[in-house]
């Protein structure tokens, strides 16, 4: 039996754990690819009336993968209905509360007597899907992005390159990267090599961090081709495949996901983001006790404020006559010393 392993936390954005964006972009046909299931096989696609009407939903799904003998469990959270809207003005909020509440959850079980067996919920990743269809990011991508980056690891995923040449995908991540920048987001940082790594580890370290924005193809359908079968579309100038590397991003994302980097994806929420949280949460929790402490002191000034004082007065004056006897010991110590030199000297003579 393989050790299994805990990945609480994906989120879909625009459709990948809190997923974040339109639909259509084939978040839920990635996700199947991603992990070789089902998880949308009941689901029922809404028409344009009911997806205008309806309000964003959080929906999770648990799943178990095994990977070279691990066995893992994760938890993928999706968002339908993020971006349908006619006003999405923080049409972001649902996510960022379910990412708090997982937090709070996480940081009372912490606080709490049984420290040993916490489920761990936090969010680990997001995978915010960006719409090969524009210019690169709207306004609504950089403002759901500006309200999670400080409480999630932001993956950005551009969906369904296979409707883009290599130029325009070469492009179009250049562009998604420098609003990124210009915009003050701050996406998921890969760790810099030490200078001892091997060659090949720093050489595929910089292919991830140049691959950014992922640009991805999902397809559940078996193709065959040349005498090979393989998971891709078909098209009438060609085919292509999801796990090449010539045609996406698909291999990178998915090793980067479940192999190379989820311990530090699960490293920097606990170490940054959930670190952040519980820091502001002691904070206002301080405040409180200072602030319901001087409620109690208005109600009682008098016998409080003289007491405390004539407290302090006192150890303020005891303090002083320690440091005072503390200064004269040495001199006390030669003057002693002085005298009996002087006595032993003259009862010699």
């Known amino acids: 039996?393989?050790?299994t392993t805990a990945f609480p936390g994906l989120l879909l954005w625009p459709a990948l754990s809190p997923s974040t964006l339109v639909s259509g972009l084939g978040k839920s046909t990635l996700i199947n690819?991603?992990?070789?299931?089902?998880?949308?096989?009941?689901?029922?696609?809404?028409?344009?009336?009911?997806?205008?009407?309806?309000?964003?939903?959080?929906?999770?799904h648990a799943i178990g993968i095994e990977e070279k003998g691990i066995k893992l469990r994760l938890t993928i959270i999706d968002t339908p209905g993020?971006?349908?809207?006619?006003?999405?003005?923080?049409?972001?909020?649902?996510?960022?509360?379910y990412i708090d509440q997982q937090f709070e959850q996480y940081f009372r079980d912490e606080s709490g007597l049984n420290r040993r067996n916490i489920q761990d919920n936090r969010v680990?990743?997001?995978?915010?899907?960006?719409?090969?269809?524009?210019?690169?990011?709207?306004?609504?991508d950089v403002d759901c992005m500006r309200a999670l980056h400080e409480k999630v690891?932001?993956?950005?995923?551009?969906?369904?390159?296979?409707?883009?040449?290599p130029a325009e995908v070469c492009r179009k991540k250049m562009k998604i990267r420098e609003e990124i920048k210009q915009f003050g987001i701050n996406i998921y940082q890969f760790p810099e090599c030490d200078?001892?790594?091997?060659?090949?580890?720093?050489?595929?370290?910089?292919?991830?961090?140049?691959?950014?924005?992922?640009?991805?193809?999902?397809?559940?359908?078996?193709?065959?081709?040349?005498?090979?079968?393989?998971?891709?579309?078909?098209?009438?100038?060609?085919?292509?495949?999801?796990?090449?590397?010539?045609?996406?991003?698909?291999?990178?994302?998915?090793?980067?996901?479940?192999?190379?980097h989820m311990q530090d994806l699960k490293d920097v929420t606990r170490e940054i983001h959930y670190e952040n949280y519980r820091a502001q949460c002691i904070q206002n929790m301080t405040r409180m006790v200072v602030l319901e402490r001087k409620r109690s002191e208005a109600d009682f000034p008098l016998p409080l404020a003289i007491t405390d004082t004539e407290k302090e007065r006192l150890i303020y004056e005891k303090d002083e006559e320690v440091c005072f006897t503390l200064l004269l010991h040495p001199v006390i110590n030669l003057v002693i010393r002085a005298i009996s030199t002087y006595l032993f000297i003259c009862f010699f003579f």
């Open 1 to 3: 039996m393989g050790d």
């Open 33 to 60: 690819s991603l992990f070789l299931t089902d998880l949308y096989k009941d689901r029922k696609v809404p028409n344009a009336e009911e997806r205008i009407s309806r309000t964003v939903a959080i929906i999770k």
């Open 82 to 97: 993020f971006g349908d809207a006619i006003n999405n003005t923080e049409s972001w909020r649902h996510v960022e509360d």
């Open 124 to 140: 680990h990743c997001c995978l915010y899907f960006i719409s090969p269809f524009g210019h690169g990011l709207r306004p609504l």
């Open 153 to 165: 690891n932001i993956i950005p995923v551009l969906a369904k390159a296979d409707s883009l040449t």
């Open 195 to 260: 200078s001892d790594e091997d060659e090949d580890f720093k050489t595929q370290e910089q292919i991830l961090k140049n691959s950014i924005p992922f640009a991805v193809i999902g397809s559940n359908v078996q193709v065959e081709s040349k005498g090979r079968k393989f998971r891709g579309r078909v098209y009438p100038w060609g085919v292509v495949e999801v796990e090449n590397p010539a045609h996406s991003d698909f291999l990178l994302l998915r090793n980067m996901l479940v192999r190379t």
